[in-house]
């Protein structure tokens, strides 16, 4: 039976790994939507191949490219934020949410509101309105999909028992390309160490959010949304090798994990094909060859960013959305060469520090506060700037 298939985020790692895998079964999927920020060029040329109802660019001024470069072609071409509404309406199978940052929080919370499964990788909108997020897809029957290697592990594991049995969720970190490094050293780092993860291939913002551990914080609170078992039942295992990619441990002492190779077309593969399963070309587990598997206790000092997450959700409200813009403003800062490697997690404390935001009770609400977070970061990052 063909699914119909809308993909948000299909120029980005996880949009690529996931028409990989439609590539190498196009009578399974029928691709309805595909969306692009601006990188049109490679927009217009996944259109031409896997030839969806519509591309939407989010970038308005790359609309005039996307328009000529598929003229003729049949495929509808839109632009802008409302735009990917209307797309995230119309009728799918299954949304891949491949969007990096909140930029995808309104287009999930369509398609979810709109009773469509979501197979879900912007782990940064549930960080931003887990509550609201996880509210409209039991309104509307919808089911989340967990993406995120650590989450589809937990997923999987979760089949082995029923939620109020487990005793401890135990979400796996690689560590990042940072593990072993002193906090003086990480003074210094330049964006290119940052974005070299040891294991993973992935877009520039989650590695450095890995680097930072801001990842493993930003994955503590999607944890806590997905699985609610208490945010005291979820611990970290730093595990360098990133083969098992989380565990739950049963009231019965029994402990389940999911293991694979270091590629994210496995999980999405699991969530592409759940309650199914689906072959994939992606290397097996060569456990003999691996020969041996490390642990450690996460160092919270040198790695502040998992304990300003767990704070976060403590204080609960819109205190996570307001990290997460703060975070995504001093990554680009970073990035772009304006603040040092600790600056970021340094520029979140201090926002985090400066405002206490309003208990959200609409996605208006989480907007705002994304707002006056990113202008409170902007003014930290100056500050950096002229120091
Ligand atoms: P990426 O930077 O490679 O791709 C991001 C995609 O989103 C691109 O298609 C880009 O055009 C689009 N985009 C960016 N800004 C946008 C905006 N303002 N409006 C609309 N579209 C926009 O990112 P990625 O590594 O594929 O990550 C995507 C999401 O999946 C992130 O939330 C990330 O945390 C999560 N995730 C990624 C991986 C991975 O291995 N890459 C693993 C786990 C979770
Ligand atoms: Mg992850």
């Known amino acids: 039976m063909t699914r119909r298939l809308s993909l948000f985020g299909a120029t980005g790692s996880v949009g690529q790994s996931t028409l990989d895998l439609v590539r190498r079964d196009r009578e399974a999927w029928r691709v309805g939507v595909l969306t692009a920020n601006c990188d ?23 609309y005039g490219y996307l328009k000529a470069a598929l003229a003729g072609q049949g495929i509808e071409c ?5 735009a990917l509404v209307e797309a995230a309406e119309r009728r799918a199978d ?11 929080l309104a287009p999930t919370m369509t398609a979810l509101a709109a009773g469509h499964d979501v197979a879900l990788a912007n782990k940064e909108a549930l960080v931003s309105a887990g509550e609201l997020m996880t509210a409209a897809a039991r309104a509307s029957g919808a089911t989340i999909l967990p993406v995120d290697s650590e989450h589809n592990a937990i997923f999987q594991c979760l089949a082995g028992g029923r939620i109020d049995q487990v005793r401890r969720i135990i979400l796996t970190a690689s560590g ?23 294991n993973w291939s992935m877009g520039a913002k989650i590695s450095v959010d890995s680097a930072t551990m801001m990842n493993k914080g930003l994955e503590l609170i999607e944890a806590h949304h997905l699985f609610p078992v208490g945010l005291d039942r979820i611990e970290i295992l730093v595990h360098p090798q990133s083969v098992i ?10 402990t389940l994990a999911q293991l694979g190779s270091p590629d994210m077309r496995i999980p999405i593969a699991s969530a592409l094909a759940w309650p199914q399963r689906m072959a994939t070309p992606c290397a ?22 998992t304990a300003l997450c767990r704070a976060a959700i403590a204080a609960g409200g819109a205190r996570p959305a307001q990290l997460n813009a703060a975070n995504e403003v001093a990554v680009a800062a970073f990035l772009a060469g304006r603040i040092s490697f600790p600056a970021i997690v340094d520029t979140v404390r201090r926002v985090v520090d400066a405002a206490e935001p309003a208990a959200p009770s609409s996605l208006q609400d989480i ?3 994304d707002t006056a977070s990113r202008a ?10 002229h120091a």
Request: aromatic content about 8%; hydrophobic content about 50%.
């Open 40 to 62: 049109v060029q490679e927009l217009a040329r996944l259109a031409i191949e896997f030839r969806p109802d519509v591309a939407v660019v989010a970038d308005e001024s790359c």
């Open 78 to 82: 839109a632009a802008g934020a409302a």
């Open 94 to 104: 299954l949304v891949m949410a491949a969007i990096v940052g909140t930029a995808g």
């Open 176 to 198: 990042g390309p940072f593990r072993t490094m002193s906090a003086a050293d990480m003074a210094a780092v330049t964006p290119a160490q940052a974005v070299a993860h040891p």
């Open 245 to 254: 990619h989380s565990l739950v441990e049963y009231i019965d002492c029994s």
């Open 284 to 305: 097996p587990l060569d456990l003999a060859a691996i020969s041996r598997l490390d642990f450690e206790a996460p160092d919270e000092e040198r790695f502040p960013a």
């Open 367 to 369: 907007f705002s506060v």
């Open 376 to 385: 409170a970061a902007l003014r930290f990052v100056e500050q950096y700037e």
